[in-house]
């Protein structure tokens, strides 16, 4: 591999560490058969502006709350899998002579790549997976090369190093979630043919990728989430960021907050599915999909799956990895079923140590 980052093997257990804009996510699974267990999970929700759009901007203050989450989940893992931002990443299917060893293979990519990668290569990490024989040309194998820019990368190792915390893995976080997608699909019935769009409305990203037989055929990533209730909660009752944070989770604010404040934020994450799905559908060949998974911090928001598939017409469920999951005596299993629709990532970083 060329840097070793988004392929490397997880031999043995690792953490699944979660790096969003809102906050860090790490859960610990452990396998028995084809049977998973949580093993530890916690949540811990980051100061504003450390991390803005998916960019650690703050790495020492990203560091300590890796710790702190560590700490408190009390696993005894020091191992990681991480993950850049889609947004962040560049592929490209390559045609390369089939019967070439990594290292020729290596050689060659490098050689090739400043053709498609559109920064200096010193500023970038890059990795290749062999995807299998061209089917109309024996004689060549397809090949996918990755790209991201090296300063992703980097922060989010340096942030676990400062947390005491090996980073063995940094993956992408589309093939993270395409992962946590293999548990949720046994679930919901899905076949080679359905077409599964999961949206994942983070706290100031919202998230389309579009899954067809096990494979991510689309993603896209919007400037809209949950952060967006928040400010309005603060602008309208006058209460500073954590205090509308607070409230939002546990209630409590004046009777026109359901009216006023809360139906127009549905109605704003409604258009936001629609149109993400409209721009799907004009840049692939698809014109529909079967079902809609919704994920995130704001997909659990009471009723908000049964409107978007009352008003997109589509079926439409929460995520829940964990559903047909044990759990350790350790873990708060009502809690993890309330978190369960913003841990995809997390939880698809967790399953890399089963590879």
Do not use: W
């Not at 109309?136 to 820019?149: G, I, K, W």
């Not at 919007?222 to 409230?247: N, V």
Request: charged share 25%; with cysteine; aromatic share 6%.
């Amino acid at each position: 591999m060329l840097d070793g980052l988004f392929g490397g093997q997880g031999s043995r257990s690792l953490l699944g560490i979660d790096i969003s804009s809102s906050a860090v996510k790490l859960l610990e699974l452990s396998r028995n058969g084809d049977k998973y267990r949580v093993e530890s999970y916690a949540v811990m929700s980051l100061p504003a502006h450390s991390v803005v759009e998916k960019n650690i901007a703050e790495v020492e203050v990203v560091g300590e709350v890796v710790r702190a989450v560590h700490s408190r989940s009390k696993s005894k893992l020091k191992r990681a899998a991480v993950a850049v931002p889609g947004s962040a990443v560049i592929t490209k299917t390559l045609h390369m002579p089939a019967g070439m060893n990594d290292n020729a293979l290596e050689t060659q990519i490098s050689l090739e790549a400043d053709q498609y990668i559109p920064y200096p290569l010193d500023e970038v990490a890059l990795d290749f997976e062999v995807m299998g024989e061209l089917e109309d040309s024996p004689d060549e194998v397809e090949v996918m090369l990755v790209a991201c820019r090296r300063d992703n990368v980097d922060t989010r190792i340096e942030a676990l190093d400062i947390a005491g915390i090996d980073p063995k893995v940094v993956d992408v976080e589309a093939y993270a979630v395409e992962r946590s997608f293999e548990l949720i699909s046994q679930q919901i019935g899905c076949d080679e043919n359905t077409v599964v769009a999961i949206v994942d409305v983070g706290a100031s990203m919202t998230s389309l990728t579009v899954v067809v037989a096990g494979e991510t055929v689309y993603t896209r990533d919007q400037m809209f989430g949950g952060r967006q209730l928040t400010e309005e909660i603060q602008r309208r009752y006058g209460l500073t960021a954590e205090e509308a944070g607070l409230a939002k989770k546990q209630g409590g604010l004046s009777d026109d907050y359901d009216s006023e404040v809360l139906a127009p934020f549905r109605e704003a994450v409604i258009q936001q599915v629609s149109r993400s799905l409209q721009f799907f559908y004009s840049a692939s060949q698809y014109s529909h999909v079967d079902i809609i998974v919704l994920a995130g911090g704001v997909a659990a928001m009471q009723g908000l799956a049964e409107l978007v598939e009352e008003r997109v017409e589509v079926s439409t469920v929460i995520a829940n990895p964990f559903a047909s999951m044990s759990v350790a005596p350790g873990v708060d299993a009502m809690k993890l079923t309330s978190d369960a629709p913003a841990m995809l990532i997390a939880c698809g970083l967790a399953l890399r140590s089963f590879d």
